[in-house]
């Protein structure tokens, strides 16, 4: 499921393709992608106008919209194929990969937007983003394609048909309705905060890492990643968690996600001291190199270190498994 860093590296890629572009048309080929509007008013909405500004809450893609009056004197609307154009004004079909360059970290840009108006892109458990140059080749499984006044085109591709887009007139309202925690890379600035966030939750420290209404935008893979590096079980409670060890989940929790973003979250290019290519590599301690353990919480598996990440008091939990 994309995360938090996968999602910044969307939004990133969405600036380099959607800002400014006057919006000609939107094709939605599946009508569950707007909970709670009818596609064809999410289309009299978008139409004409373009999105200014992006900013992220935890999982989700904001993309701020302002109203166009160039809608009216636009000379292709009308001539509507299947992503509302005659011909292709570009020439030859490209469909860019996500193959996306070093980053580096920028500021939330929203302070200057004074549209309100945006859209909320939730990703679900295996969206992304496909920009193409024109409508020739259209990705499998794109949801909905928005098409530029220049031909191009920025598809939204959800294979499984979790997440949405949804339409926010005002994003203070959308945070209430969500009930998101703050997000973990730009909401937390101190250990101390991310206690007293955590600490009150009864929960295990990893299903208080993934609890979206306590701390938005870290799932299982990056918690996993967070409290390996920390040397912490996934299984302790979060009163147990001593003043230095809370600095460390803060720290690497920081460190991890702003690396993973400068990484365009391309999981083959983290280093190899971290734990997430070996989950899938040979399975062992990047460390120690002991065999990494798995165990069930919340419906999701849990992949740790029996020996860098031992559990207090009380042996291994009953659901470990040697992978
Ligand atoms: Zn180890």
């Known amino acids: 499921m994309p995360e938090l860093p996968e999602v910044e590296t969307y939004r990133r890629y969405f600036n380099r393709h959607a800002l400014r572009k006057t919006i000609r048309a939107v094709n939605i080929t599946d009508s ?21 500004a992006t900013a992220r809450r935890g999982k989700y893609l904001i993309a701020y919209l302002e109203a166009s009056t160039s809608q009216i004197a636009d000379p292709f609307l009308g001539r509507r194929s299947k992503f509302g154009v005659g011909r292709d004004p ?21 302070d200057l937007v004074e549209s309100k108006a945006c859209i909320a892109i939730h990703f679900g458990m295996n969206g992304y983003l496909c920009f ?4 020739r080749r259209v990705p499998a ?23 949405g887009i949804w339409w926010v007139a005002e994003l203070e309202k959308f945070d209430r309705v969500k009930n998101l925690g703050p997000d973990a890379l730009s909401g937390i600035n101190s250990s101390r905060l991310l206690q007293r966030i955590l600490g009150r939750s009864g929960q295990a420290i990893k299903q208080g890492l993934m609890n979206q209404k306590l701390l938005a935008g870290i799932g299982n893979l990056y918690a996993d990643e967070i409290l390996f590096q920390s040397s912490i079980h996934p299984c ?7 003043p230095e060890e809370w600095d460390k989940v803060f720290d690497k929790m920081k460190s991890i996600l702003r690396q993973a973003v400068q990484l365009g979250s391309k999981m083959e290019r983290y280093p ?23 165990l069930s919480q919340g ?8 020996f860098c990440q031992r559990r207090r008091r009380r042996p291994f939990h009953n659901d470990d498994n040697v992978v």
Request: charged share 25%; glycine share 6%; with cysteine.
């Open 32 to 52: 569950k992608n707007f909970p709670g509007m009818a596609a064809s008013d999410i289309e009299r909405r978008l139409m004409g106008g373009q999105f200014v």
């Open 90 to 110: 570009v020439g030859k079909p490209e469909i860019e990969s996500l193959e996306l360059h070093a980053w580096e970290l920028d500021h939330e840009p929203n």
């Open 132 to 135: 193409t140059k024109s409508d």
């Open 141 to 163: 499984h794109s949801r909905t394609a928005f098409l530029f006044q220049d031909g191009s085109l920025l598809h939204y591709i959800n294979p499984r048909r979790f997440g």
């Open 236 to 242: 302790r409670r979060p009163a147990s968690l001593k």
């Open 272 to 294: 190899a001291t971290f734990l997430l290519p070996h989950r899938w590599g040979d399975r062992k301690c990047p460390r120690c190199r002991a065999a990494l353990r798995t």
């Open 299 to 306: 419906q999701r598996t849990a992949y740790y270190c029996p």
